[in-house]
């Protein structure tokens, strides 16, 4: 693309000796969801207020102890939601819900009205500062804007006593809306002269939400200018630093966890980042990052799919399916060699403690922590490879492949796979294994067999001898065929060389049960080696163990790689 002139470069802060690429998050911010108000206004339906309650009840039951729920001087819709909420007790003695409203005294009051009985509320008050807002929006200085951010502080002390009265706790918060976009000396001198009005201390903090209204620059001079802020604004200890990301750019998540680096210790965002355009910071997936390095997120996100589905039901918004931890893909791989690593740090972790280190490639943390399965792990398409065919059919089926067998069934899998251009169901693969290796029965299929069991003299060391008798189909040509030998393989092996069936030498054998009680089988594992050289797996399955290995030597003649 041609450069045109329209856009220009982020301009670094005058930042020296910065402190935040040294430090690491070792706690939980303060979550406050946002859902109910940013993410319900960016919804194409916008959920109504049985929806919103339903929704209400889910963000407590995942732990949020700050849930936004709406701007009451909005609409009727938005205030008799909030009434709602307060009049049928619907929120807990330890959640704080906020309001949001412009810094206007006629709708401060209506919003103060809204949330009469509550007893803990939020007031959360913004206005645009951005040089472009106050250019376009308003037509008006930075004094004119500094002026009716405070002149909005001194509305809510006016009319405070409308709640306070009836024993509501009441907290602040400021928001200089568009922060990212804002001179960062002019984000601080507006923040101080509300701080000042509201007068802030450490028993009565102000609240001071920096937004990302529109995500504009890197997330390394985001955090930059959180930590600028932090350091420069006085009296920080009066204070709480809150961040509110946007996705415009789609680094929300680096741009607020860079940001908790920074200073910030409240942190507002949706539910897999809903939000307007691009979307909010997504909360799930930065407290499951946290989680992801031992750290508790104090959110409760143990079953994703529920959660998921409870969202969507109620968003009507799809979660993309390589979303991060709740995305349908995210613990798939289709990868060969990414599948064959997955199966076996998975069975060697089967016999390790609950709580050993989580290490198993190319899955960040264990599904089970999310309610997710593993049985959709490994998928199979045209890209797969051996590793993941063998951990199909033995995490499904119960058919463990001998290591040398398994490239040979991965290759019909994926032959199969890329032949229909789409992804094998786990049954499919299974079909597709007992079509190739258990059922057939051409060119060779046994029609009778008997075996008799030969001991030698009473204490002759003669060793006991099985001999088998049979009737043999070998390319529809009928035989009837006997011999001797040490077992009833042996002499079904023996026997075979009566019919003109390739000559062959069995040269691996391996055997396993399958079931339980008394669907229990054998499944026995046979290569043959002709005696051109060529070397082929069979497989055989019959609940007498002798049979399965002679149903696998008919499977290894009747193989056909194509």
């Known amino acids: ?30 979550w406050c969801s946002v859902d109910l108000r940013d993410g319900n206004q960016a919804l194409k ?27 009451p001087s909005s609409s009727d819709t938005e205030y008799e939601f909030v009434r709602r909420l307060i009049e049928e007790k619907r929120i807990p003695d330890d959640v704080w819900i906020q309001v949001l409203s412009q810094a206007k005294d006629s709708l ?24 472009a807002q106050r250019l376009y929006n308003f037509n008006k200085s930075k004094e004119e804007i500094l002026a009716l951010a405070v002149d909005g502080v001194r509305a809510l002390k006016k009319h405070m006593h409308l709640v306070q009265a009836a024993g509501t706790q009441l907290r602040f918060e400021y928001s200089p809306e568009n922060f990212s976009q804002t001179e960062i000396e002019y984000a601080i001198q507006i923040c101080e002269a509300v701080s000042d009005e509201w007068g802030a201390s450490a028993d009565n903090k102000i609240i001071l939400n920096l937004p990302t209204t529109v995500e504009a620059s890197m997330p390394n001079h985001f955090a930059d200018m959180i930590e600028y802020f932090c350091s420069h604004i006085k009296n920080r200890e009066n204070c709480i630093i809150s961040i509110h990301n946007h996705n415009d750019r789609g680094e929300s998540i680096a741009q607020c966890e860079l940001g908790m680096l920074a200073g910030a210790e409240r942190v507002e965002g ?18 499951l990052n946290m989680y992801s390095q031992g750290v508790d997120p104090e959110l409760d996100f143990s079953n994703i799919p529920v959660i998921a589905e409870r969202y969507s039901h109620f968003t009507g918004m799809a979660i993309p399916p390589r979303a991060p931890y709740a995305g349908e893909l995210v613990f798939t791989a289709f990868s060969g060699s990414h599948q064959d690593a997955i199966r076996k740090a998975i069975k060697a972790r089967n016999k390790m403690p609950e709580n050993a280190l989580w290490d198993v490639p190319y899955l960040l943390i264990d599904p089970h922590d999310i309610g997710r399965e593993y049985e959709g792990i490994i998928r199979i398409n045209s890209q797969s490879g051996k590793g993941g065919a063998a951990y199909i059919l033995e995490s499904d089926y119960g058919i463990v492949l001998p290591k040398a067998m398994q490239p040979v069934v991965g290759s019909i899998i994926k032959h199969a796979a890329d032949k229909k251009q789409r992804e094998l169901e786990s049954s499919e693969i299974y079909d597709i294994f007992i079509e190739r290796w258990v059922n057939t029965k051409s060119p060779l299929n046994v029609l009778d067999i008997t075996e008799k069991h030969i001991e030698g003299e009473r204490g002759s060391d003669l060793p006991e001898q099985v001999a088998t008798i049979a009737t043999v189909e070998w390319e529809g040509k009928r035989f009837a065929i006997a011999a001797k030998g040490n077992g009833p393989l042996d002499a079904f092996v023996s026997a075979m060389k009566q019919t003109p069936a390739p000559k062959f030498n069995i040269t691996s054998f391996h055997e396993h049960s399958i079931g339980t009680g008394s669907d229990t089988h054998a499944l026995a594992y ?7 050289g060529q070397q082929v797996w069979g497989v055989g399955k019959s609940s007498n163990v002798g049979r399965a290995g002679i149903a696998a030597v008919v499977s290894a003649l009747n193989f056909r790689k194509d």
């Open 1 to 30: 693309m041609k450069i045109n002139g329209k856009y220009s470069a982020t301009q670094p802060l005058p930042m020296e000796n910065r402190l935040w690429p040294s430090k690491k998050i070792t706690k939980a911010p303060v």
């Open 108 to 131: 401060i009051k209506k919003t103060l009205e809204a949330v009469k009985g509550a007893k803990h509320v939020i007031f959360h008050i913004y206005n645009a500062t951005s040089p």
């Open 45 to 71: 339906d916008p959920m109504g207020i049985e929806s919103k309650l339903e929704y209400f009840s889910m963000l407590v039951r995942l732990g949020f102890k700050e849930i936004e729920v709406g701007f």
């Open 526 to 532: 046979v290569q043959i080696t002709k005696d051109d």
């Open 270 to 287: 949706c539910l897999f980042g809903n939000g307007e355009r691009t979307g909010n910071l997504d909360i799930v997936t930065v407290a």
